[in-house]
């Protein structure tokens, strides 16, 4: 797992520990010492930590103007055990939230695992987006799976073209373009 480093090919356009408006702005990472893990395996250190002792992310790129962001997610998903769901929301998604983002990408192809606790802070998530939504795309299938047997596929957009993108080939307002396509098409 400490190979596993968060895409950088956008770094050029945006870096989170640089953006004032970020909750990781100013976060300084090692190359060389690898110190937070998921279990007993060692993640790259470029990943940050938001509260989660088995999850970690990357803000890969964030637009105040047209509202979105994009994260990258390493790890297991617990929320039966560690809450996580709750870290994510008040330590990273309502500080963004409170910068104008209601527009959300998930990447979610190196989440090995999710579990389910009650889907209260989904519900709340997807309320104060309001105008906007939570995409999550290429997560694995018995992640998809989990998350329909728990009923979170009411809060989070994913399935069927927004699991099969190839994100990596489009710069952010390209991915950002083709995930509100999707979208669009969902919601009418």
């Given at each position: 797992?400490?190979?596993?480093?968060?895409?950088?090919h956008?770094?050029?356009?945006?870096?989170?520990?640089?953006?004032?408006?970020?909750?990781?702005?100013?976060?300084?990472?090692?190359?060389?010492?690898?110190?937070?893990?998921?279990?007993?395996?060692?993640?790259?250190?470029?990943?940050?930590?938001f509260?989660?002792?088995?999850?970690?992310?990357?803000?890969?790129?964030?637009?105040?103007?047209?509202?979105?962001?994009?994260?990258?997610?390493i790890?297991?998903?617990?929320?039966?055990?560690?809450?996580?769901?709750?870290?994510?929301?008040?330590?990273?998604?309502?500080?963004?939230?409170d910068?104008?983002?209601?527009?959300?990408?998930?990447?979610?192809?190196?989440?090995?695992?999710?579990?389910?606790?009650?889907?209260?802070?989904?519900?709340?998530?997807?309320?104060?987006?309001?105008?906007?939504?939570?995409?999550?795309?290429?997560?694995?299938?018995?992640?998809?799976?989990?998350?329909?047997?728990?009923?979170?596929?009411f809060?989070?957009?994913?399935?069927?073209?927004?699991?099969?993108?190839?994100?990596?080939?489009?710069?952010?307002?390209?991915?950002?373009?083709?995930?509100?396509?999707?979208?669009?098409?969902?919601?009418?």
């Open positions: 797992m400490q190979d596993i480093e968060p895409y950088y956008w770094r050029e356009l945006y870096v989170a520990s640089e953006d004032e408006l970020s909750p990781f702005h100013g976060a300084l990472y090692s190359e060389f010492e690898f110190t937070n893990t998921v279990y007993n395996y060692y993640i790259h250190p470029q990943w940050d930590m509260g989660s002792s088995t999850l970690y992310l990357k803000i890969l790129y964030a637009d105040y103007d047209r509202q979105f962001a994009v994260i990258e997610f790890g297991e998903w617990n929320d039966a055990l560690y809450n996580d769901i709750m870290f994510l929301k008040r330590e990273v998604i309502e500080p963004m939230m910068e104008g983002i209601i527009k959300f990408i998930l990447i979610g192809e190196s989440v090995m695992n999710f579990h389910a606790s009650d889907d209260c802070y989904y519900e709340e998530w997807f309320q104060d987006v309001e105008e906007g939504w939570i995409a999550a795309i290429n997560f694995r299938e018995h992640v998809l799976k989990e998350f329909e047997r728990n009923n979170i596929d809060y989070l957009a994913f399935g069927g073209e927004l699991n099969e993108l190839n994100w990596r080939t489009f710069n952010p307002v390209e991915l950002l373009q083709r995930v509100e396509g999707v979208m669009t098409k969902r919601l009418n």
